[in-house]
């Protein structure tokens, strides 16, 4: 039984498409990350839900807009796709509270923008 | 700028033998680090932590040891075993934990 899903697993799409990766984590945690995998492999947070609260929002361009509808779920929806946003987009899941916990990892969503 | 780097992009090691990855950060704020492993296709998972206040962690074959004034971490495979062939990635948290900062990884590769 996976842990934390994201879907679609690969996504292909041309510039200027607006898409959605969903995700979903049943661990019972509070709080949800989106990372972006960029080709020089750093993994770079983009965002943070706790809670359904969001706590994190790094420096990502307004066309990244994320939706946590419970804490079980957040959603990455990405208007005007760019050339750029071609990336791996991994979601993870956390205890959160403040303690020594580390994070699980979705199986992440390869995305091409042509 | 990236406040954790990790400088070798991949390592070859025979079975059996010691495999050492190595981390540096420059935020001396930083007091949680972590270390995840990832194969192709799939997302990272962790493997072993170590909190500021201590100097090493064990668990198993894999060792990570803390040096603050250096600000360096390295985790230690020993005996490697060509399961272990994966991408290592370390990671470090301030404060109230809930952001993280990853290296770029290293390429571990285990020869049979």
């Known amino acids: 039984d996976t842990a934390v899903s994201q879907t679609p697993k690969y996504l292909v799409t041309q510039m200027g498409n607006d898409k959605s990766i969903k995700c979903e984590q049943n661990?019972?945690?509070?709080?949800m990350y989106w990372y972006k995998q960029d080709s020089k492999k750093f993994l770079k947070i983009m965002f943070s839900?706790?809670?359904?609260?969001?706590?994190i929002n790094e420096t990502v361009p307004n066309r990244f807009s994320p939706k946590s509808p419970d804490k079980a779920h957040l959603n990455l929806h990405i208007n005007s796709l760019e050339l750029g946003d071609s990336a791996v987009y991994f979601c993870?899941?956390?205890?959160?509270?403040?303690?020594?916990?580390?994070?699980?990892f979705g199986p992440g969503t390869r995305l091409t923008v042509l | 700028d990236q406040q954790v780097k990790q400088n070798s992009p991949s390592l070859s090691v025979q079975e059996g033998r010691i495999s050492i990855l190595n981390c540096d950060y420059t935020?001396?704020?930083?007091?949680?680090f972590l270390w995840y492993k990832k194969y192709p296709a799939e997302g990272p998972t962790f493997l072993i932590s170590?909190?500021?206040?201590?100097d090493k962690n064990e668990d198993g074959r894999f060792t990570v040891f803390l040096n603050k004034s250096a600000k360096h971490l390295s985790l230690h495979i020993v005996p490697s075993q060509p399961g272990d062939s994966a991408v290592y990635f370390c990671?470090?948290?301030?404060?109230?934990?809930?952001?993280?900062?990853f290296g770029s990884g290293t390429k571990l590769n285990v020869k049979p």
């Open positions: 935020n001396s704020m930083f007091d949680y």
């Open positions: 990671a470090a948290s301030r404060d109230n934990f809930n952001k993280f900062y």
């Open positions: 839900y706790n809670n359904k609260e969001l706590i």
């Open positions: 170590i909190s500021s206040i201590k």
């Open positions: 993870a899941s956390r205890r959160g509270g403040g303690a020594y916990n580390e994070q699980f």
């Open positions: 661990l019972g945690h509070d709080t």
